[in-house]
């Protein structure tokens, strides 16, 4: 998919990534760029850390891009839940989301969000881990059923939509910027994008 727009001064800009959320939070900065699907290997390692695993799989996915495209400047992110240290994964099936959500209530949910810019350079590369915390509130098994049949978040780690009704699960947020909870920390992204590659947003 290219979004179309041009701007000579900056290196080609790919998003290493076949999310249509990613897309979407991207989007809204108003830049060309094509979007690619890294082929690597997301399970996690012996003993890592859900931050060490969303820094390593961003900068895993940039990586494998922009080793295939010399020349372009490719933004690779990568989302992991934890709950009480324990990463949560994306849900799949209605079951597992009503497990998921079913332990997170009443606690506290950590997203790591790991943002990752390689090239244009070889050997360039910024990578940085946004933390956000989801406070959910009690929920019964009722609102949870609601919740998936209305929402159908299955494709979401944590089980929930934010930009959507999944705020309704939530008794408060912390955290720098709500978009890493979408998949695409954008503040953290725009200052790059301006401070080191020249990126004029907006």
């Known amino acids: 998919m290219t979004i179309t727009q041009e701007n000579h001064a900056t290196p080609p800009l790919i998003l290493a990534s076949s999310s249509r959320y990613r897309a979407d939070l991207l989007k809204r900065l108003g830049l060309t760029f094509s979007q690619i699907s890294p082929d ?13 695993l969303a820094w390593r799989l961003a900068t895993e996915k940039a990586r494998a891009v922009a080793t295939k495209h010399p020349g372009s400047l490719v933004i690779g992110s990568d989302q992991v839940a934890s709950l009480d240290g324990i990463a949560l994964g994306k849900p799949g099936t209605t079951i597992k989301a009503r497990r998921q959500l079913s332990l997170c209530s009443g606690k506290s949910v950590h997203f790591y969000t790991g943002l990752c810019l ?3 350079n070889i050997g360039q590369q910024c990578t940085l881990v946004d933390t956000f915390t989801v406070h959910f509130r009690k929920l019964g098994a009722d609102q949870i059923s ?3 049949e ?6 979401c780690a944590g089980s929930f939509k934010m930009e959507g009704l999944g705020i309704s699960l939530f008794e408060r947020l912390e955290g720098k910027d709500p978009n890493s909870l979408i998949g695409l920390p954008l503040i953290d992204l725009v200052s790059l994008l301006n401070q080191r590659y020249g990126f004029a947003i907006p």
């Open 150 to 155: 209305k929402e159908q978040p299955l494709d």
């Open 40 to 52: 690597i290997n997301e399970n996690p390692r012996a003993g890592e850390t859900p931050e060490k």
């Open 146 to 148: 609601r919740y998936i």
């Open 118 to 120: 390689a090239g244009p």
